[in-house]
């Protein structure tokens, strides 16, 4: 029950069709800004929600139909496309790149000791900022929210699977290796 956080409580909302244009767009635009709200405050109630989705059922996470994940990207001679902003010419080998990433998830296991999700977020947000090699550094590593059949099919798996706030272990794909925290 109660109102909603635009200002109409269901009664009005079901008859807002009756409504003059002109107050028609007013329900628009409380429904936007509700919108709004609901995602900037949904983040922590989907988290809630997905790991409540997570326990108990194993199939559940192919119910799920979006989440959302920071990750670091280290590419290897090996990638599809071995460059980055941070390097225009790769020469790694994989298995340097694979070690790498692994002294990054040791750096944010520690980080994650104490079970802070906003240490552990902060962390990754900041050596995704330096040391990864996709474009998604500047944002922390952030990707966002992304649906199935949005990215490479190991990425994808290894971002369904996680629980909200759960490091992966190393994901290899075409790009190159990666670390995923999913946030939501």
């Known amino acids: 029950g109660g109102a909603a956080a635009g200002g ?8 807002h069709k009756k409504q003059s244009p002109s ?15 609901k995602e900037h405050r949904g983040s922590r109630e989907s988290a809630r929600s997905s790991r409540h989705h997570h326990e108990g059922r194993s199939s559940s996470s192919n119910e799920l139909k979006e989440v959302r994940v920071l990750h670091i990207l280290k590419k290897h001679r090996g990638s599809r496309r071995p460059a980055s902003w941070r390097n225009p ?13 692994r002294e990054l998830i040791s750096i944010l296991e520690s980080s994650s ?23 998604s550094a500047k ?46």
């Open 8 to 15: 109409l409580d269901s009664t009005t909302a079901s008859h």
């Open 23 to 37: 107050s028609r767009k007013r329900v628009k635009t409380g429904d936007a800004r509700e919108r709004k709200e």
């Open 89 to 101: 010419k790769i020469t790694d080998s994989k298995e340097k790149a694979m070690a790498d990433l």
């Open 113 to 135: 000791a104490g079970g802070n999700h906003r240490e552990v977020r902060a962390t990754f947000e900041e050596l995704a900022r330096t040391e990864s090699d996709c474009s």
């Open 139 to 184: 944002k922390g590593g952030d990707l966002g929210f992304f649906g199935r059949k949005k990215m490479q099919p190991a990425f994808e798996k290894a971002s369904f699977r996680l629980k909200v706030g759960q490091l992966s272990d190393i994901v290899d794909t075409s790009s190159g290796v990666h670390v995923i925290l999913r946030l939501a």
